[in-house]
């Protein structure tokens, strides 16, 4: 079927194929496929660990704490938090710490590579080194583990649990990740000093015994012997330290990269600004998938005809808002709530008269006619059960013969309405008729009003009328605008009904649909809020932690700036793929601020402790963690790659974005920010109170 449905099989044609029969196998199919693809991934980081770690037994602890703060992340979130709402996004959360995961590894080995290049009274001895290397990399990677976090658990101002399911769940995954790096990682690094890091003696793999003298003592006594002159590390720290540093330091390289940076937001923000809502249900295959194109031509290329069903809109009496009082769905998937009917609900003759006249004016009243659907007589094409009621209750059964005096109205000229007290003695036998309104006569009344009509077996419960919209389907899926331009309509009328046959029946008018069209449409409208609030707050928490953390005012104020940058420039390119706004986009905007702080609160915190003037800090900061955060942004960049050649949307969407933020962040970070603190030169106070 693949091989008929490729373009290049026909040169006339296009096949495409769909059958419930073959879905499941189809859809096995690209599940397998695309998690071979995401095994590539998570293989990637571990290669990248190895050939940075420069240790097969790093390279394995590094990896196996990656993916062991997974399960003991869903422990928490599961036992210790009873949340038993899993989102299939949280899946998500195991690239998400393989990137951030491993960009702590590199930053904590980095260190600990640097450590034997710095002060010699930081080599004493092992326990003395370490916790230079805790003090150099413990704060930076919790201010960016605690803004990732915080970013992640903005996801709770949505209403929707499967975004709030995944910011917990991510949230968590963060923190133990980072205590595995702080803890598992580092006893590591102490059993590779002992026995791994010089293996001259005994082979590649094959632990060593404990060496004397250790490899902390040879390093002390190497930068001791080099007196003033400066160790330099790796060929691409000094790359870093010296070629990097050098092009940010350049007065006109800045003013070139400002320029470009001026030019590339001018175009961003102007993209950003024209993102929308999604118009249509979310895709789940890539669209150039034959099955995804059966889907998409089914719903979009053929259009509505006058025997398609309209979307019903009810207007229901007796029913009250499900009292969802305790509801926590997070906590409880299954519980809803309770549905709640109004206890003096009276379905008296008064009522069942207002009722009707309902009904007659839905169906006639000129001002409906391009809101209601219409029926091949023209008129509104409306589910009103009291017609049949009052004609059974005069005529007393159903028989062919008798549907012509049904649907012609001439019981109304008898006393059709029904009495309360007599409503159990015909219910039953009612519900078993064929409704007259069926043209082939199979439908019973209990099927054509199975929503309708809230006969309990003992008591009427509530009474609802539905009208077919003319303009919503409940097989497609329109645009927020669309939809609303419709519900509004529909919720005047009902306040215009309510008005008066509430007066009779007792209780509010609810105005609902069952295909939960008008929760998509409000789903729209909360992902564009969602997006704007939870990135507007991720950026406000990392302002706050980067100025509680630095205690410098401009560096977190210049950060945040770029972390801003990041955010629109990530969201503008989104709307030039031809990206809409849906749950998963919604969810990736939010967490971009959290997502994108790892590299510019790296390189600030390497500034500000820094020693010397502002060119000198600069050269430092680029020394000391330019390398992490290149290793950081390959080993992201690389691994999402692969994700972009998967079929489900959810990864290649995702593959996408953790390109886009990951990439604009070291670009903002490296060139924008430096070059800002290199440009403008403030000092910065030592000790005290330096904002």
């Not at 031809?578 to 986009?585: A, F, M, T, V």
Request: proline share 3%; glycine share 6%.
């Amino acid at each position: 079927m693949d091989e008929q449905a490729d373009e290049g099989t026909h040169s006339t044609i296009n096949s495409y194929y769909f059958m419930a029969a073959v879905i499941f196998d189809v859809i096995l199919k690209i599940v397998i496929r695309d998690a071979l693809l995401a095994l590539f991934s998570l293989a990637f980081v571990f290669i990248w660990l190895r050939i940075n770690t420069g240790s097969w037994f790093l390279a394995t602890v590094g990896f196996f704490e990656i993916g062991f703060s997974i399960p003991v992340a869903w422990f928490l979130f599961s036992v210790v938090f009873r949340i038993k709402y899993f989102a299939t996004l949280n899946a998500l959360a195991i690239f998400i710490v393989a990137a951030i995961g491993a960009d702590d590894i590199f930053i904590f080995m980095d260190a600990y590579k640097q450590s034997k290049l710095k002060d010699p009274h930081n080599l004493v001895d092992l326990e003395t080194r370490m916790s230079w290397v805790y003090r150099r990399t413990g704060t930076a990677m919790a201010i960016t583990s605690a803004t990732t976090c915080a970013a992640f658990l903005c996801t709770l101002i949505t209403p929707l649990t499967s975004i709030q399911s995944f910011g917990i769940f991510a949230a968590i995954v963060i923190f133990i990740d980072y205590v595995l790096v702080m803890t598992l990682f580092c006893t590591a690094v102490v059993i590779y000093h002992d026995r791994f890091e010089d293996n001259s003696c005994c082979g590649c793999c094959w632990p060593c015994g404990t060496l004397k003298p250790s490899n902390t003592d040879k390093a002390r006594h190497h930068l001791e012997q080099s007196g003033e002159e400066q160790v330099q590390g790796d060929c691409v720290s000094r790359f870093f330290r010296n070629t990097f540093s050098s092009i940010i330091k350049t007065p006109i390289n800045r003013l070139i990269i400002f320029v470009l940076f001026l030019i590339w937001m001018g175009l961003a923000i102007w993209q950003a600004v024209q993102i929308e809502p999604t118009k249509e249900a979310e895709q789940f295959l890539d669209e150039d998938h034959p099955l995804q194109k059966s889907l998409t031509i089914s719903n979009r290329e053929f259009p509505s005809a006058n025997d398609d069903q309209g979307l019903k809109v009810f207007y229901a009496w007796g029913l009250e808002d499900v009292d969802r009082d305790g509801v926590n769905l997070l906590l409880d998937p299954d519980d809803y709530g309770e549905p709640r009917f109004v206890e003096d609900f009276d379905f008296n003759p008064q009522c069942q008269t207002e009722l009707l006249s309902f009904c007659d004016k839905l169906r006639t009243d000129p001002q409906y006619r391009d809101l209601i659907k219409r029926n091949k007589d023209g008129v509104g094409e409306v589910y009103c059960f009291i017609e049949e009621l009052a004609a059974f209750n005069v005529q007393g059964n159903f028989d062919d013969d008798d549907c012509p005096y049904v649907r012609s109205g001439a019981w109304r000229n008898e006393t059709w309405q029904v009495d309360p007290s007599n409503l159990s003695s015909i219910m039953g036998s009612f519900l078993r008729q064929k409704s007259c309104f069926d043209d082939d006569r199979v439908e019973t009344i209990s099927g054509r009003y199975q929503d309708e009509l809230g006969w309990d077996g003992s008591a009427m419960k509530y009474a609802a009328i539905s009208a077919a919209s003319s303009v919503l389907k409940p097989f497609a899926t329109q645009s927020e605008s669309e939809t609303r331009a419709e519900y509004d309509r529909f919720i005047a009328i009902g306040e215009e009904a309510g008005s008066i046959v509430s007066q009779y029946c007792s209780g509010n008018v609810v105005v609902t649909d069952l295909e939960e069209k008008f929760v998509f449409m409000n789903n729209q409208s909360i992902y564009v809020r969602s997006a704007i609030q939870s990135s507007i707050l991720g950026v406000a928490i990392a302002f706050v932690v980067l100025l509680v953390s630095t205690r410098v005012l401009h560096l977190a104020f210049f950060a945040s700036l770029c972390i801003t940058s990041v955010l629109i420039s990530v969201v503008g390119t989104m709307v030039m793929l031809g990206w809409k706004l849906g749950s998963i986009e919604s969810i990736l905007i939010g967490i971009i601020a959290g997502f994108s702080v790892d590299y510019v609160v790296h390189l600030a915190h390497a500034y500000e402790i820094a020693e010397g003037g502002t060119n000198a800090r600069v050269t430092e900061a680029f020394a000391d963690l330019g390398i992490s955060v290149f290793n950081g942004m390959i080993t992201s960049v690389a691994a999402s790659i692969p994700l972009f050649f998967c079929s489900l949307q959810f990864f290649a969407k995702f593959g996408t974005f953790l390109c886009l933020t990951i990439a604009f962040s070291w670009i903002f970070a490296n060139f924008v920010f430096m070059s800002i603190v290199a440009q403008l030169k403030i000092p910065i106070k030592k000790g005290g109170c330096r904002l």
